[in-house]
Structure formats: C-alpha cells, structure tokens
C-alpha cells in the first residue's frame, strides 16, 4: 500500500504520536514543554478522553462517570496538530503511518501508545448481556455507573467477580471493585446474605508479595470465597450462570458453573489488531522494545509507552505518567536535540481501594521491587492508610488533568543514563 500513495495524500510531522490516551497526551505535552518549536502530530479517533482510573470509583458511587470524561480537543496541547483519524498500519522502513482513509503521515520519530483492546467476544455470550441482567463491569465508562446501581440494589444472593489472565490494565482494579462492593454491603448489613466470589485466573492474588497480607485480611474480612487458576470462558445472562474452565498446576482442566444475581466481568485484554498485524509486534503481538529507553528494538526511530508497549510492568496511568518524559528526552535524544538518554525503571502505582476510606497504595518497579514516593512513617503503602484514599479521591485527578496531561512532570523528572546507568 505504502509505494501506492501520492505526495498528495501523504503528510508530514517530525514526530508522530499514535494515540492520544494518558499515554499520548502525556508525552505529547512532555515533548513541546521541552521544546515548543517541535513539529508534533497526534493521531487518534476520539471524540472524549477518560480518565480511566476514576471508574473503580464511579462502579462505588464515589465519582460520577462525567467526572472523568473531557473533550479530546481540551486536552490536545497547544500547538500539537490532532489528526483525527484511524490507524491501518505502519510501514516502519518508509516510516510512515498509514490511516483507514488512505492518507499517510510521515515522520522522522514516532511514538506508538494506542492502548489495549479489551476483548469482549473472547467470552462467549457476554457482549449480549452485558449492562443488563446483572452483568456489568467497570472497565466500561457507561458500565461503571450500572455496577453501583447493582451494588445497591442486591440485598441478598451471589456477588462473582473475576479477573482474566494477564496482562490486563490497571492488574488490581478486578479486586477494588470486590473490595468496594463488599464494603458496602458491610456497612449497610446485607453482607452474609450477599456472599462474594472472586475468580481470578492467576495463581496469586496480588503480583507483588509485599501487599498480599494487607489485602488477605479483607477478603477474610468479607468472607469472600477466593478462587484461583479459573478461567472465565462463558456468560448466560437471562439464566445467570456463568461457565469457568479451572487449570490447576498438573496441567488437566475442569469446567464450573456458578449461579450469580450480580456479576462484575473483566475481559480479557489484547494489543489492538492494527498493533498485533504490523511489524513492530512481538510474538505476543505487542509493541516490541527496549524495557528501559523504550525504543524499538528493532527500529531505532520508534519509541512505544504505555499499555501496548511489552514492558514487564503494571499497565497503569502512573506506569504512563513515568514513561512520557523518558519517551519525550529520548525522541529528542534522536533528534540532535538532547544529549542524554533518560530510562524508565518499570515504576507502575496501584492504589488498591479495599473499603470507602482506605487504600492500600501498591508502588513497585521492574521486578516487583517496592518504590514508595512517600516515607513510611508518612504513608506505608503495605497498610491501608486513609491519606492514600485522599491522594486517590481528591489529589490523583487534579495531578492527572493539570500535571500529566499539561506536561507538568511531579514526581515524574526523569531519569537520566548518566544519573545511575542501566
């Protein structure tokens, strides 16, 4: 397709960006905050722009789902061209970016965060029923209000949640919305006749050892009936059953049938089919680079961040927050602009909500290493700790629309090769 296109339906920046997410939006700002005279293009479809991490919090009646939706031309930065456009493919040796409408962009630098694609169909009968007969989910912002519309209305019956195989963004959101919907159902004594189940269909409850003990004692708390190594592979709405194939260590199988008056469904998550199909996928179909200057690593003027990058770590908005200014110093890097490469240490954030009013704030890099931002005798993220529900309700979406999104890097300077070395 690429040798077919005219100079008339080809335009160029000197760096493209693919995706105006947190990601996008975040390194795009990062990028003319260093340098306004930059040529920046960002590509993406979207009408709005969600913060999506506030919809644990609207699925518990804490935030409303307009709250965390703003026009996607507001949050555009200022003097950054918004191709609003899909993208088709790649072709990383002409280094262009080919659009659904036949156009190409051209670049010198590119910068790929589209984000995942959360996989609906992969579950059979669930896209049918999903936000009616009880089966909801808080990955979806017109889903996330129905899930505190159930919360309130069940008095009594089966709670399910579950949670896929990785990866998945935001890896405890699955839980907070068991947590919060048990808390509720605590404080208003209908917990007991509602019982809670939690299918998860990995091996451990929280990826990093640390924060397990703290989050044991609130499903102790609500008695929640812990499942491990099960699958979600089928949903029957109008009959509310649901169908998990259970893969225990020895490697057999087994399917189960569970009744439920409420079901809270993750899908499983995948890099979308423009990502999968092009060259720049690994063979799980991710964008494939360099886990510490987040270049390609096979193409040297490609960089990707955020959820579609195959970094090993948490796929989160504080994960994106601290990938944009490495993305932004090293394009620059690239382009004879900066003299010194920046890397990113694997730092993701997950602020486990485990009851109205508390949070367990889980901070780790590459490895699972703790990276607290704060002193622990200030805020221990090992502990549910009222302070982290106040950074979570009232100090991360300032942060993220006026700090991450407008290039303002708190708590997010990056760092230096010469600062530490790899």
Not at 92 to 97: E, F, I, R, S
Request: glycine share 8%; charged share 20%.
């Amino acid at each position: 397709m690429p040798a077919m296109l005219s100079p008339a339906n080809t335009d160029h920046h000197k760096v493209v960006i693919v995706g105006a997410g947190a990601a996008g939006i975040a390194t795009a700002s990062s990028l003319v905050s260093r340098d306004p005279s930059l040529d920046v293009a960002l590509i993406d479809p979207a009408d709005v722009h969600y913060y999506q991490p506030g919809w644990t919090m609207v699925g518990a009646g804490v935030f409303t789902a307009p709250s965390t939706a703003r026009t996607m031309a507001s949050t555009i930065p200022r003097g950054v061209r918004w191709v609003k456009a899909r993208v088709q493919g790649f072709d990383p040796l002409g280094q262009l970016v080919i659009l659904e409408d036949g156009r190409a962009i051209s670049y010198e630098q590119l910068v790929v965060c589209p984000g995942l694609t959360l996989d609906w169909a992969a579950i059979d009968g669930l896209s049918e029923t999903l936000g009616r007969n009880g089966v909801t989910s808080n990955y979806r912002y017109d889903l996330a209000p129905y899930t505190w519309e159930l919360v309130q209305k069940l008095k009594q019956g089966r709670a399910v949640f579950s949670q896929p195989p990785m990866p998945i963004k935001c890896a405890g959101a699955p839980q907070k919305a068991l947590y919060l919907s048990c808390d509720h159902w605590l404080r208003n004594g209908h917990l007991g006749a509602v019982k809670a189940s939690f299918f998860n269909a990995g091996a451990v409850l929280f990826g990093v050892a640390d924060y397990v003990p703290a989050l044991m004692k609130y499903i102790e708390k609500y008695a929640v009936d812990l499942n491990f190594s099960h699958r979600l592979v089928a949903v029957d709405g109008p009959n509310k059953r649901v169908t998990f194939v259970r893969t225990p260590p020895d490697g057999s199988s087994e399917t189960r049938i569970e009744a439920f008056d409420m079901l809270h469904v993750v899908p499983p998550q995948v890099a979308p089919a423009f990502i999968r199909e092009s060259p720049l996928a690994d063979n799980g179909g991710w964008v494939d680079v360099d886990p510490h200057t987040l270049r390609h690593r096979k193409y040297t003027n490609i960089h990707a961040l955020g959820d579609v990058a195959n970094t090993s770590n948490a796929k989160t908005a504080a994960a994106a927050r601290k990938q944009a200014p490495v993305v932004a110093n090293n394009v620059l890097v690239a382009l004879g602009r900066l003299p010194t490469l920046a890397q990113y240490d694997g730092y993701g954030s997950c602020p486990l909500t485990v009851e109205r009013g508390k949070i367990v704030l889980a901070e780790f890099t590459y490895g699972g290493k703790l990276a607290p931002s704060f002193p622990s005798w200030l805020l221990d993220g090992r502990k549910p700790t009222r302070l982290a529900w106040l950074l979570k309700a009232q100090a991360l979406p300032p942060l993220y629309w006026q700090g991450m999104l407008k290039g303002r890097e708190w708590l997010a300077r990056p760092q230096l090769v010469a600062e530490g070395g790899q």
